[in-house]
């Protein structure tokens, strides 16, 4: 599609009872391109974006789209995208076919469902020759699980309760503690009575992140629920552990691909059809 630059393409071809996976597709908007115009398509899909922040536009409706929103486009609906922030958006796409259509869809995946869909691209990105049948096995495998997240996430399946190993509940439990967040992941894993080392390994083995990358993201779920919440981007810095503003402001960004001054803005409204744009001279 025009206005697009893939970075992933693998076609899947996958027929389940009253579902068919297509292919799947992980895109960014090119540079020079601040909007996707109207379109539908014959097949439903599965949109997740990965980075960036703009309005999703479905039909008279408009979304505001953040980094982990996970939308489910119905076949035959036509929906649009404006971007509003300076980084392009990076898009995973799932194109499939719903024997049962259900009506579109929005949602947020909890962290524990963006460290485990993360982890299924990165192996796909992986890939050294996508055309073997090892990848084409892989690249199906993977397919579904993201599926499986996405169907959760949206409510299509009902979301699956994890049981938490009690270390990684110990460790979480201390890296919130507001009166502990000038200590390192080192200091927070000694208190627990663990060797930093260690501790780490075993993190990064059940969950997928390191214990800085768990306390980043216990910082960052802090400062979204603070902006949300409609807390100045000093009150959720500090909310977060943070005492520098401008240190505060660049991570987030980082983190999240918005400014956390226009996190919490909402989209503005769509133009009525009929009013157009003034032709440039």
């Known amino acids: ?56 536009i479905v039909g008279n409706d408009e979304h505001a789209v953040l980094p982990g929103m996970v939308a489910w486009i119905p076949a035959g609906t036509a929906h649009a995208f404006r971007e509003t922030s300076g980084r392009r958006p990076l898009c995973l796409a799932l194109d499939i076919k719903l024997q049962q259509q ?15 869909m993360r982890l299924q691209l990165s192996e796909l990105g992986q890939l050294k020759d996508p055309a073997s049948m090892e990848a084409k096995l892989l690249t ?3 397919a579904l699980s993201i599926l499986d997240i996405q169907f959760r996430a949206l409510g299509f399946l009902p979301r699956e309760p994890r049981p938490t190993p009690g270390f990684i509940k110990s460790f979480t439990r201390l890296a919130a503690d507001p009166g502990l967040q000038s200590e390192s992941v ?28 768990q306390r980043d993201a216990i910082r960052l779920e802090a400062g979204k629920a603070s902006l949300l919440a409609g807390s ?10 943070f005492d520098d503003l401008n240190y505060f402001s660049r991570w987030f960004k980082r983190h999240t691909g918005v400014a956390p001054s226009r996190f919490a803005q909402k989209p ?5 059809k009929g009013h157009s744009d003034k032709h440039k001279k």
Do not use: W
């Not at 996976?21 to 908007?29: E, F, P, S, T």
């Not at 259900?102 to 485990?116: D, F, G, I, Q």
């Not at 503005?268 to 009525?272: K, L, V």
């Open 232 to 241: 100045s981007v000093g009150e959720a810095a500090e909310k977060a552990g």
């Open 140 to 142: 199906a495998s993977r």
């Open 186 to 213: 080192g200091e927070l894993a000694r208190r627990m009575g663990q060797d930093p080392d260690y501790l780490n390994r075993r993190f990064k083995r059940e969950t997928g992140l390191t214990l800085r990358q």
């Open 1 to 56: 599609m025009k206005g697009l630059r893939p970075l992933l393409l693998q076609k899947i071809n996958i027929r389940l009872p009253g579902v068919d996976v297509m292919q799947l597709r992980i895109h960014r908007h090119l540079p020079e391109v601040d909007r996707l115009e109207t379109h539908s398509h014959r097949h439903g899909q599965l949109l997740c974006y990965l980075s960036g922040a703009g309005t999703l």
């Open 268 to 272: 503005a409204p769509t133009r009525r």
């Open 102 to 116: 259900p009506k579109e869809r929005m949602a947020m995946l909890n962290h524990s469902e963006s460290v485990r």
